[in-house]
């Protein structure tokens, strides 16, 4: 009778500590899908970060460009205008 009861006592201290452990492996689960997210949005937060600084870059160098046409457009309207009023007089 003490060799049953023994082999109970030892059958239940080994299903505790398997409950245990898979306790610890959902636990390290989430912990790793946490660093993962965690890890996701940091990463997007620098590209996105990079990608504004070349956005406003190309914004500001296109601007330029569109503000240099103008400005040579209307010299050019300029220079006709005046060469068509001196032909006048």
């Known amino acids: 009778m003490q060799g049953v009861i023994e082999m109970t006592v030892a059958n239940q ?8 452990s898979i306790d610890k492996r959902s636990t390290q689960a989430r912990h790793q899908w946490k660093l993962h997210i965690v890890s996701l949005v940091q990463k997007t937060r620098w590209r996105l970060y990079a990608y ?37 007089r």
């Open 52 to 88: 504004s600084v070349v956005f406003k870059v190309m914004l500001l160098t296109l601007g330029s460009l569109a503000y240099l046409y103008v400005y040579w457009m209307s010299r050019n309207v300029l220079s006709v205008v005046s060469k068509h009023d001196a032909s006048e």
């Open 13 to 20: 201290s080994a299903t505790a500590s398997s409950v245990i």
